[in-house]
C-alpha cells in the first residue's frame, strides 16, 4: 500500500529503500530470538567456488530472460550458454567437495526435493498471478490508481501471513500431506507423507 501511495506521489525511487526497515527488525529479532546453539569447533570454510559459479548461472539467466524479451532470445543465446555452463560447473563443483552448499544426501531425499520443487510451482503461480493483477487493475480496462490497486492485495495478504503461521505450526505436527491436499485443492505429489 506504501508502494502504491508512492508511486502515485511521483516518489517511487524511495521504493527501493521500503525494505531497509523491515530488514533492520527481521535482524533484530533474529538475534533476540537466538537459543543456546552448539556450533562446531571447527567452521565450514565458505565455498567460493560453488558461491561464484551459483552467481554466474543466476545472473547470467536472468539477463538472458531480460533482455532476451526485449530483444529477441537468439541475441542472448550466448548468456543462456553461460548458464547452463555455470550449472554444470557447480555441479561438478558440488559433488566433489567435502563441504558443498548444499548436502547431496539432501538431493536423495524424495521428501525434500518434491517438497522444494512443489513450493516453488505454488509460489511462481501465486507471484505471477499477483504481478498481472496489478497490472490488470492499473490498465486501462479497470483503471485504478497504484495506490487503489494495492488496496486489493490487503485481505489476500493477511489471509496469508496468519495462515502461513497456523499451518506452519500444524504441519510441524503432523507432515505437510494433508495441508498440501487441501491448500491447491488437489493431491499431494507422491514422496510427501
Known amino acids: 500500500i506504501l508502494g502504491g501511495w508512492m508511486i502515485d506521489h511521483d516518489l517511487w525511487r524511495w521504493i527501493f529503500f521500503m525494505n531497509l526497515p523491515a530488514a ?9 530470538g537466538r537459543g543456546d546453539e552448539h556450533l562446531p569447533e571447527v567452521p565450514r570454510p565458505v565455498q567460493w567456488s560453488g558461491a561464484t559459479a551459483i552467481a554466474v548461472t543466476f545472473a547470467s539467466l536472468t539477463y538472458a530472460l531480460i533482455e532476451g524479451a526485449q530483444a529477441g532470445f ?13 550449472l554444470a560447473l557447480l555441479i561438478t563443483l558440488e559433488r566433489r567437495s567435502e563441504t558443498p552448499l548444499l548436502p547431496i544426501e539432501l538431493l536423495r531425499s524424495r521428501v525434500f ?4 520443487v512443489y513450493t516453488l510451482l505454488v509460489y511462481a503461480a501465486l507471484g505471477g498471478a499477483t504481478f498481472y493483477l496489478a497490472l490488470y487493475l492499473q490498465s486501462g480496462a479497470v483503471g485504478y490508481s497504484p495506490a487503489r490497486a494495492s488496496l486489493i492485495f490487503l485481505p489476500i495478504s493477511m489471509v496469508l501471513f496468519v495462515g502461513a503461521a497456523r499451518f506452519g505450526k500444524l504441519a510441524d505436527r503432523g507432515g505437510p500431506r ?6 491447491p485443492g488437489g493431491r499431494a505429489p507422491a514422496g510427501i507423507s
Do not use: Q, T
Not at 527481521?26 to 533476540?32: D, E, N, T
Not at 526435493?113 to 522444494?116: L, Q
Not at 494433508?178 to 491448500?183: D, F, G
Open 178 to 183: 494433508a495441508h498440501l491436499n487441501v491448500a
Open 74 to 86: 537468439a541475441s542472448v543465446w550466448w548468456a543462456f550458454a553461460l548458464a547452463i555452463a555455470g
Open 113 to 116: 526435493v518434491v517438497a522444494n
Open 24 to 32: 533492520a527488525i527481521a535482524i533484530g529479532m533474529a538475534f533476540a
